[in-house]
């Protein structure tokens, strides 16, 4: 007798079939969607062999935001941008890893139709401990009308975004998208060389037991941050609390665990740095998109992430995200105990 196999559906297939529900459904954004998987199975070649080559350590360089850069990091980034470069589909590309707009000037991309901002290797700190790392991306389509990309086509908000999704290389190496459709998740299987889908129709719940924070931070948290961790410490059978503490130190891994079981993440202003750590279109953007197409929210404690306006590529931004009621209840919080004075 001949057994049944059950279906599998790699991204290049489940991409074709939900053509139809791209904006502008010309097959570009898939085109380019493609070619961002195709980048991260080859950056996952080399970050599963990290404990191997002689690839780790810093490269004795730094970003514009003056960080050790990891050789991991550089190799991400010449991957991406080579993916899309090859392509066709993107015209230039805002890096964490490049202080200006990278353009693709050859031929046949100088006039496509999108943009992609892009953190290559986020958590690049991990990489030498064996520890889960991801990449994050954000698509846009270009305001300018065609010739070299400009500023403003970056400086778009969130809610401009046509697609946005992370890879994350963990136990597993899963890539994550959504184009404004829900949220659809594919893992890597090694042996056949293919993200296969493995969680449709993602959901956050809208509640959760685990809060992610740098707690090392604790003095330097605003108020309304500092109240919301002893909260989540309280005893209170009726909301599970206390919650569990997770951090990872890799923003995407933490989200998508979070995204899973239920959860906020929180990378607070701090007195050193008002605008925290993270950084608004290539980190913030991309997952509040992801997390509001699964239900859930993305704030700054005090406005939806995918409505601010930014002014700059590297700009940062505060963020609380994550569950929907979680994400809630930390920015009562803040309101109460942090609001700017007006
Ligand atoms: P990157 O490696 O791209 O520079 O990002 C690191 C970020 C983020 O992934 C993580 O959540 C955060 O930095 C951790 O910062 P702290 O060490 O200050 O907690
Ligand atoms: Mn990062
Ligand atoms: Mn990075």
Known sequence: MIKTLRSVRTLGQFIIERQADFPYAKGELSRLLRDIG????????????????????????????GEDQKKLDVYANEQFISALQSGGECCAIASEENDDIVHIDNEVSKNAKYVVAIDPLDGSSNIDVNVSIGTVFSIYRRISLSGPATMN???????????????????STMLVYTTGKGVNGFTLDPSIGEFCLSHPDMMSPNDGKIYSINEGNYVHFPEGVK????????????????????????????????????????????????????RLLYECNPLAMIVEQSGGRATDGFMRILEIQPKSLHQRTPLFIGSLNMVNKAEEFMLKYSAPES
């Open 227 to 278: 109240k919301y961790i002893k909260y989540c410490q309280v005893e209170d059978d009726a909301s599970s609390r206390p919650y569990s503490s997770r951090y990872i130190g890799s923003l995407v891994s933490d989200f998508h665990r979070n995204l899973i079981k239920g959860g906020i993440y929180v990378y607070p202003s701090t007195y050193k740095s008002p605008k925290g750590k993270l």
């Open 38 to 65: 195709i980048a991260a199975k080859i950056v996952n070649r080399e970050v599963n062999k990290a404990g191997l080559m002689d690839i780790l350590g810093d490269l004795g360089t730094s970003n514009i935001q």
């Open 153 to 171: 086509d970056f400086l778009q908000k969130g809610t401009d975004q046509v697609a946005a999704g992370y890879i994350t290389y963990g136990s």
